[in-house]
């Protein structure tokens, strides 16, 4: 983004209802979607599929936790950005894990169903992340929010490139790569989460 659309980005804080409203959606559009990917991933084999829902389901309640500290201090704000930055962590080692083992099948996914369902997340998502963006530049909390929308959006495109790349080599190599990459840029965004929250608590321990 450029830096005049950052200098016009109005002064929002954690209090702000626009920000409370928008985690409400985001935790509903994650939820929802979820479901309709495992499903989806369960009819296609598609192991970046899944990874996107996985992912969903840990938005969803990262988004939901969150809601539960938005007028807590700033300490337990920052202590819950910790938490997330953990999930995240997590679950890039999840996706990892299986896309090892999807690997010793070989079996490719369907494509069209891969294709289909990662443009209706991306559209999702895509609206999301634009309710998020205004609140990008806050504290820990607020970014791990914008980064988690940001990374699903991200990762729709991906998994709707692996379909393509399926279709078109009638191999699983391209489901796999997708997979991989979306576990890395989990783990890349729960080190940036990790070390904002870790540097706004240092302030409380040194009293």
Request: net charge positive.
């Amino acid at each position: 983004m450029s830096a005049s659309c950052c200098a016009h980005t109005p002064n929002v804080t954690f209090t702000d209802p626009r920000f409370r409203r928008a985690l409400w959606a985001a935790m509903i559009v994650n939820a929802s979607m979820f479901v309709g990917e495992v499903v989806a991933s369960a009819h296609s084999g598609s192991v970046s599929l899944l990874a996107d829902a996985v992912d969903f389901f840990g938005d969803a309640a990262n988004y939901a936790l969150s809601l539960a500290v938005l007028a807590m201090s700033a300490h337990i704000r920052s202590l819950a950005a910790v938490v997330k930055a953990g999930c995240m962590g997590a679950f890039g080692a999840f996706v990892l894990a299986r896309t090892a083992w999807a690997m010793q099948s070989g079996t490719p996914p369907e494509s069209i169903t891969m294709g289909s369902v990662a443009v209706a997340a991306l559209a999702a998502n895509a609206g999301v992340a634009w309710m998020l963006y205004r609140f990008r530049s806050g504290d820990a909390n607020m970014r791990s929010v914008w980064i988690c929308s940001r990374n699903d959006a991200i990762g729709n495109v991906a998994v709707g490139l692996a379909a393509l790349g399926v279709f078109g080599t009638g191999t699983a190599w391209p489901d796999w790569i997708v997979a991989s990459l979306m576990a890395t840029l989990a783990i890349s965004g729960a080190w940036t989460v990790w070390r904002q929250a870790h540097a706004e608590l240092r302030p409380a321990r040194a009293h």
